[in-house]
């Protein structure tokens, strides 16, 4: 059976609603050959965000809650075509949700299926405001289970936590090559989800939303990464400056001041490199908003296709950048 997980969105508005169904409806995690695995219930998804808001207008219920966003994980070893699994989630969606708009979005992108569902607030038919809790999320469970188990699918296991290590095996280097490296994973994670973020909290909760945890502090130098099969790693490991906390709080204060619109493709240069070619509007605006925080200092980075080249280079060795190029052992 698939697992049914609910997705805590501490940001509920308008905005964040078309965020999060512009995220979940992406292309490259949905295609699949000719086939573009988004279907919706009550709604057409290219104009579920504009039909969910037309429903809350209609029954004068635009403040509140805004929307719900649940994740259906399948088994690797379960035998399903992408297409069965957004019929699946599809099927869940009218069986739960009947009176609500609901958008399907299969992801194709990872070593397992999985189905983001994101709920409207407001039911199309009679208005009535849904209100979930944890009964709710059990019985959304069983029906998920019972659902799964007429397609004869097994239970998803949660993965046992691996001991660290500090290098990588030859074998765990070539996992890296075909794409199968966990850290990789972690770092094709974080890049996605800094495509959709403008600040930390929307940047969290991307991450939360392919299943990977973020602490990230005020009195904490560094974040911490906790991947699905509880794996940490800390943004100084991750062999890329854009990633250290100073750095990504400079990014989203950028991206705040010059109006930066979710879904933007990552600059060849990187991110930051986008952020230093800014830096000069950047203080313009500083000084004309007095309001804003005071103008960082220029991050550094390094060139963003030598990064990918020398990412699995420096995995492999045991070793990670830092500022002054000296490398040192790096934990697993």
């Known amino acids: 059976m698939a697992t049914f997980t609910a997705i805590n969105c501490k940001r509920q508005s308008s905005g964040a609603m078309r965020g999060t169904l512009d995220y979940v409806m992406q292309q490259k995690k949905t295609r699949w050959y000719d086939a573009t695995l988004v279907t919706g219930h009550n709604c057409v998804p290219q104009s579920a965000y504009t039909e969910m808001l037309t429903t809350k207008q209609r029954f004068r219920k635009t403040d509140g809650r805004q929307f719900y966003h649940f994740v259906q994980s399948f088994s690797e070893d379960d035998p399903i075509t992408p297409a069965e699994a957004n019929a699946i989630g599809l099927e869940l969606a009218q069986r739960e949700f009947p009176g609500f708009e609901v958008v399907v979005a299969t992801h194709v992108d990872t070593n397992h299926l999985h189905n983001h569902l994101v709920v409207n607030s407001v039911s199309c038919i009679n208005g009535k405001k849904l209100h979930q809790s944890a009964d709710d999320l059990l019985a959304h469970r069983q029906a998920n289970n019972e659902i799964c188990a ?165 995995m492999a060795m045991g070793q990670k950048f830092s500022n002054d190029q000296s490398y040192g052992m790096m934990g697993y």
């Open 150 to 314: 007429a397609y004869g699918l097994s239970v998803l296991e949660v993965p046992e936590k691996q001991s660290k290590r500090k290098r990588m095996t030859p074998g765990e280097y070539q996992a890296g090559l075909r794409g199968d490296s966990w850290k990789l994973d972690l770092i094709q994670a974080i890049n996605e989800a800094l495509e959709y973020a403008i600040d930390r909290d929307s940047f969290t909760e991307n991450m939360e939303v392919e299943g990977y945890q973020v602490i990230w502090t005020d009195t904490r130098k560094h974040v911490t990464f906790i991947c699905p099969d509880g794996r940490r790693c800390r943004d100084s490991s991750l062999h890329d400056e854009t990633f250290l906390k100073e750095n990504l709080e400079t990014l989203f204060i950028y991206r705040q001041t010059v109006g930066f619109y979710p879904g933007s493709i990552e600059p060849d240069e990187g991110w930051l490199g986008e952020v230093a070619s800014g830096l000069l509007r950047l203080g313009k605006e500083v000084e004309r908003q007095a309001d804003l925080p005071p103008l960082p200092a220029p991050p550094v980075w390094t060139d963003s296709k030598q990064r990918r080249r020398e990412a699995l280079k420096k």
